[in-house]
């Protein structure tokens, strides 16, 4: 079945500093990937996505890239706060399906 | 609040007991998906409607569980028997259709504790 693989698990970076999530998918089909956000006790909420016809996307200080071959998509944050601590998800979707595979998350922690 | 909303947020039960959420999606959104989330995992998809008809759901999903949007609006989620396994947090979400998949904006949840 799909799998998604997200690393790391957890990320610990001075304010200021960049962090890099990636994910792995299996799913060749997948064609869409989006980018939640979680905070404690909080619903996820998308940050920013990107179609399969795109190799890069970037908003203000978040970019996503995606390498279709190898089937791998990475979330990019410059600039870090303490705000953007939280737990960050990855997903691929198959759009005709509907369905999205998400990762396990990765706690972010920006320390002031 | 123009939202997703879920009721219950929270629901304490029996093992063995049956129980029902419900999920109401923004009002223009035609499909709908279920997902279950348990502490340090991603949102597990149960199922997914679009307009009233169930089109898919998980492998994961036993029988013990189904779901329902008899009006294309409002969905429920039953649980049958439930187990202690069943503890998690329930979340619904909903996107607009359309031949350009779009965001799915996600309720705050229904946390499910089985004694």
């Given at each position: 079945?799909?799998?998604v693989?997200?690393?790391p698990?957890?990320?610990?970076?001075?304010?200021?500093?960049?962090?890099?999530?990636?994910?792995?998918y299996s799913?060749s089909?997948?064609?869409?990937?989006?980018?939640?956000?979680?905070?404690?006790?909080?619903?996820?909420?998308?940050?920013i996505d990107?179609r399969?016809?795109v190799?890069?996307?970037?908003?203000?200080?978040i970019?996503?890239?995606?390498n279709?071959?190898?089937?791998?998509?990475s979330?990019?944050i410059t600039?870090?706060?303490?705000?953007?601590?939280?737990?960050?998800?990855?997903?691929?979707?198959?759009?005709?399906?509907?369905?999205?595979?998400?990762?396990?998350?990765?706690?972010?922690?920006?320390?002031? | 609040?123009?939202?997703?909303?879920?009721?219950?947020r929270?629901k304490i039960?029996?093992?063995?007991?049956n129980?029902?959420?419900r999920?109401d999606?923004?009002?223009?959104?035609?499909?709908?998906?279920?997902?279950?989330?348990?502490?340090?995992?991603?949102?597990?998809?149960?199922?997914?409607?679009?307009n009233?008809?169930?089109?898919?759901?998980?492998?994961l999903?036993?029988?013990?569980?189904s779901?329902?949007?008899?009006?294309?609006?409002?969905s429920?989620?039953?649980?049958?028997?439930?187990?202690?396994?069943?503890?998690?947090?329930?979340?619904?979400?909903?996107?607009?259709g359309?031949?350009?998949?779009?965001e799915?904006?996600?309720?705050?949840?229904t946390?499910l504790?089985v004694?």
């Amino acid at each position: 079945g799909e799998n998604v693989e997200q690393h790391p698990s957890t990320l610990s970076v001075q304010e200021g500093d960049s962090a890099v999530i990636k994910c792995t998918y299996s799913d060749s089909a997948s064609n869409y990937f989006p980018w939640y956000k979680q905070e404690l006790g909080k619903r996820p909420q998308l940050i920013i996505d990107i179609r399969s016809n795109v190799g890069e996307k970037k908003d203000q200080r978040i970019a996503v890239t995606l390498n279709k071959t190898a089937k791998h998509f990475s979330l990019h944050i410059t600039e870090t706060q303490p705000e953007d601590s939280a737990v960050y998800f990855c997903a691929a979707t198959r759009t005709n399906a509907g369905k999205s595979t998400f990762g396990d998350g990765t706690t972010l922690t920006v320390k002031p | 609040d123009t939202g997703v909303s879920q009721n219950p947020r929270h629901k304490i039960t029996k093992r063995g007991q049956n129980v029902t959420f419900r999920c109401d999606p923004i009002s223009e959104h035609n499909r709908l998906y279920w997902y279950r989330q348990t502490l340090g995992q991603g949102p597990e998809f149960l199922t997914y409607f679009q307009n009233e008809a169930q089109l898919e759901k998980s492998r994961l999903l036993s029988d013990r569980f189904s779901a329902e949007r008899p009006k294309g609006s409002f969905s429920t989620l039953e649980i049958q028997r439930t187990e202690q396994g069943d503890s998690a947090m329930y979340l619904c979400a909903s996107s607009s259709g359309g031949g350009t998949y779009n965001e799915q904006f996600f309720g705050p949840g229904t946390r499910l504790t089985v004694l």
